[in-house]
């Protein structure tokens, strides 16, 4: 009889339930990670399989401390669990959002032994309350900041220390220059925590490194912990004094708990064409339309801009997602879904329900019915007035 933690966006040893759990339940421990990329009929972008390759290498060097080896298997999920697992393992594991994650764990619950545990939001389903969940973003907000209830980050199990994250050659013109890692997650969380957060509201719109946390590849791939990033930030809070800026930084993630937990209500439906709303919507599919728009040839020189950036580094700022989407959608009336897969191909901070929340949103198809729309020329002269970063990345 053995134990096996199976690792997927939760990808480190900090504030890891299953983990320590196992640690303290059984004598001897197995990791795995299954690399599945059956499912998908695209080709990941480097940058983002590059991030996914070093986060991997940093958490196996974590694991080999404790003497526990992770083992990377590649094949379609259920199927490789099933050759890799024996009848009598325990499964411990975190309940994800997804619902082909969802799928798989229900799998392995009828067939296997398990322990799992929800630490992938900041919040909880039951945090919310007892009737059916808000699906409007601010009575979410409202109703989680009422109840106050934050959970302690767990310390990693006895015997790991994280690894220093060497310090990275900043490129000045690339918005995301880290690395994957849970150890170079907590060094960008630190370096941000010191001094940038201070004046994150008014920057947040911006383009470069410390405009914004740049927070969300770890977060995705849960090599860093919602949990142990509100802990930090509630401390720096105490150590210096709270601002607008450092509640705003909650009031983000907070977006992205409420994309989570409403996946986890509407499952599958919000990759449908009409998305969380009702009956059906009809979009046009113009392939050579989005290959342009994909090529950053649109002829529009800031939303070619962002989409240069995103091709090449994996990386685009919240404000620049919101104008190429809106591009997308609105201007060349093509299906938002066809904008949220190339997404999911692309970004190194691709995580499903927030993608997936974002593109219906501006669809007009996600919680809200109002349609946000975005127009390059007012949003470039207001965001970058000077053609600094349309001049970069055209
Ligand atoms: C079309 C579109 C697609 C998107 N796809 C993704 C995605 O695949 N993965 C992803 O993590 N975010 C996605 N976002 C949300 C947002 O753009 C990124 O979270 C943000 O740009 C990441 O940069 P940051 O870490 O510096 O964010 P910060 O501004 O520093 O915010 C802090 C954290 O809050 C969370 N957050 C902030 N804004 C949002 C938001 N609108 N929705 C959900 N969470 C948010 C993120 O975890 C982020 O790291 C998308 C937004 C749009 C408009």
Known sequence: MGAVVWYRHDLRVDDHEALRSACEEQDVIRAVYVKDQKKRDFKRGTQQAKFEQETLENLASHLSQIG??????????????????????????????????????????????????????????????????????????????AKGTFYDPLDPPTGIQLVKEESVEANPEIAFPFRGGESAGRARLQEYLAEPVFTYKETRNGFLRNDSSKLSAWLANGSLSPRRVMAELQEVERKKGANESTYWLYFELLWRDFFHLTMRETGSRLFRSSGLQEGQRTWKTDQLAVERWIEGKTGVPFVDAFMNEIRETGWMSNRGRQIVASYLIHELKQDWRIGARYFEQQLIDYDVASNYGNWAFIAGVGNATRTPRFDPAFQQQRYDPKQQFTKRWT
């Open 68 to 145: 526990i080896t992770l083992d990377i298997v590649e094949g379609e999920t259920i199927e490789t669990l099933d050759s890799y697992l024996q009848a009598d393992d325990t499964v411990y594991f975190h309940k994800m959002t997804g619902t082909e994650e969802v799928a798989s764990e229900q799998y392995i619950e009828d067939k296997y032994a398990v322990r799992s545990f929800e630490t992938q939001t900041l919040h909880r389903r039951e945090d919310i309350g007892s009737d059916e969940l808000k699906r409007v973003f601010t009575a979410f907000r409202k109703r989680v900041e």
